[in-house]
């Protein structure tokens, strides 16, 4: 057992900025979206990424049950929407109704529209990782706007941004 305080471990992983992002993937008929700032590249051959779900989250299952996931790369101004995406206990039903988005071409998900970037991806494996599941998988398509703005961070339990 260690003797570690969570609360300061959290305290020194806030001090690392991190983009944020908006994960989508539809299960059950419905759309599931969370805000994540634990995306991350993996490989660029193949091209992989992963993301990291709270198992106690409605998101984790519904992403092992889908397979797929889009990733919404935020802009700054698109700051309501993180914080909507990351309110728990948020109705399921309609909860994209606050974010215009369009579908993937390759997955069906919902990409959040003005996202400086998109990610439709494939789940390729899944490990354990305490009261995490890491979620890995192959990126089957991807979409960069022409017009770009600040980027949306996180950074010591704040919002910020970074041209």
């Known amino acids: 057992m260690s003797d570690l305080d969570p609360a300061v471990f959290r305290q020194a992983m806030g001090r690392l900025a991190q983009g944020v992002t908006v994960v989508t993937t539809t299960s059950g ?4 979206a969370m805000t994540a700032n634990s995306v991350t590249s993996v490989s660029l051959d ?63 998900v919902a990409l959040l529209d003005d996202a400086l970037a998109h990610l439709e991806v494939r789940t390729t494996s899944t490990h354990p990782g305490g009261d995490h599941v890491i979620v890995v998988g192959e990126v089957l398509g991807l979409t960069i706007p022409d017009t770009i703005g600040p980027a949306l961070v996180y950074y010591r339990g704040r919002y910020g941004s970074i041209e």
């Open 29 to 32: 008929g419905h759309d599931h």
């Open 46 to 108: 193949p091209l992989l990424v992963l993301v990291c779900v709270e198992t106690e989250s409605r998101f984790h299952d519904a992403v092992l049950d889908a397979g797929v996931w889009g990733v919404s790369m935020l802009s700054l101004r698109q700051r309501p929407t993180s914080e909507w995406f990351a309110t728990r206990g948020r109705p399921l039903h309609g909860q994209l109704d606050r974010a215009p988005f369009t579908r993937g071409e390759h997955t069906g």
